[in-house]
C-alpha cells in the first residue's frame, strides 16, 4: 500500500487550465478504474469532485475533469477560479479491499 | 441529507486506547461501504479501514493492522473504529466516510464525509 505519486504544488493564473498528475502501479491505478479527486480546503473535510477516473458527482461544475492512461491519472481544471485553489488528493483501489491516496498536490492560483 | 458525526477523539497516552464513533443520518449505514481515513498535522491522508455493506468482510492499512478494529451497530445506524496499542504516529484527524455503490459494488469513491475528530497520542 505505498501512497500514489503526486506533485507537491501546482500553480496557474485565473482563466488558464492545470493538469495534476498521480501515478501508481498496474496494482492500483492501472489495474482498477476506481480512481477518485478530492479537493480540500484548509480546515475542511475532503470533498469529491472525481469518481471511477473520469465521472462527476451532482454539483461538481465541468471545469473539473479527470483521465487515466496506464499507471498515471490526471485532474484538469480548465479556467481556474480563485475557489479552486486548495489541496487535492488522487485515490485508487489497490486490490485486497484496500485503498490509497496520493501525497497531495497544493494548487495555488495566481 | 446525509451527515455524518464522528465522536470520541482525545488525548491518549501511548499503548492506550480510544474508540471513535460516526453517527450516520439520512441514509442506512448498513447499504453502503463505510472507511475511516486519517490525517496527521499538515500532512496528506491516509486510507485506514474499510467496513463492507452488508454482512461484507472488514479491511485495515496495514499500519494499524492487527491494532484497530473496524464495527458497526445497525441500530444506531453508527460506524466505529476501535483503535488500541496506539502510537505517536497514529495522531491525527480521523475522518468517516460513505462510499459510493453501483449494483452492490463499491466504487472507492467516497461521496460524503465527517468533520473529523482529532486524536493526539502522547503523553
Known amino acids: 500500500q505505498s501512497a500514489l505519486t503526486q506533485p507537491p504544488s501546482a500553480s496557474g493564473s485565473p482563466g488558464q487550465s492545470v493538469t495534476i498528475s498521480c501515478t501508481g502501479t498496474?496494482?492500483?491505478?492501472?489495474?482498477?478504474?476506481?480512481v477518485s479527486w478530492y479537493q480540500q480546503h484548509p480546515g475542511k473535510a475532503p470533498k469529491l469532485m472525481i469518481y471511477?477516473?473520469?465521472k462527476r458527482p451532482a454539483g461538481v461544475p465541468d471545469r473539473f475533469s479527470g483521465s487515466k492512461s496506464g499507471d498515471t491519472a490526471s485532474l484538469t481544471v480548465s479556467g481556474l477560479q480563485a475557489e479552486d485553489e486548495a489541496d487535492y488528493y488522487c485515490?485508487?483501489?489497490?486490490?485486497?479491499?484496500?485503498?490509497?491516496f496520493g501525497g497531495g498536490t497544493k494548487l495555488t492560483v495566481l | 441529507e446525509v451527515q455524518l458525526l464522528e465522536s470520541g477523539g482525545g488525548l491518549v497516552q501511548p499503548g492506550g486506547s480510544l474508540r471513535l464513533s460516526c453517527a450516520a443520518s439520512?441514509?442506512?449505514?448498513?447499504?453502503?461501504?463505510m472507511s475511516w481515513v486519517r490525517q496527521a498535522p499538515g500532512k496528506g491522508l491516509e486510507w485506514v479501514s474499510v467496513?463492507?455493506?452488508?454482512?461484507?468482510?472488514?479491511y485495515y492499512g496495514d499500519s494499524v493492522e492487527g491494532r484497530f478494529t473496524i464495527s458497526r451497530d445497525n441500530s444506531k445506524n453508527t460506524l466505529y473504529v476501535q483503535m488500541d496499542s496506539l502510537r505517536a504516529e497514529d495522531t491525527a484527524i480521523y475522518y468517516c466516510?460513505?462510499?459510493?455503490?453501483?449494483?452492490?459494488?463499491?466504487?472507492?469513491?467516497?461521496?460524503?464525509w465527517g468533520q473529523g475528530t482529532l486524536v493526539t497520542v502522547s503523553s
Open positions: 439520512g441514509f442506512t449505514l448498513s447499504d453502503y461501504a
Open positions: 466516510a460513505k462510499d459510493q455503490v453501483r449494483g452492490g459494488v463499491a466504487l472507492w469513491g467516497f461521496d460524503h
Open positions: 498496474s496494482s492500483d491505478v492501472g489495474g482498477y478504474n476506481f
Open positions: 485515490s485508487s483501489y489497490s486490490g485486497s479491499s484496500a485503498g490509497v
Open positions: 471511477e477516473v473520469n
Open positions: 467496513l463492507y455493506s452488508g454482512h461484507g468482510g472488514s
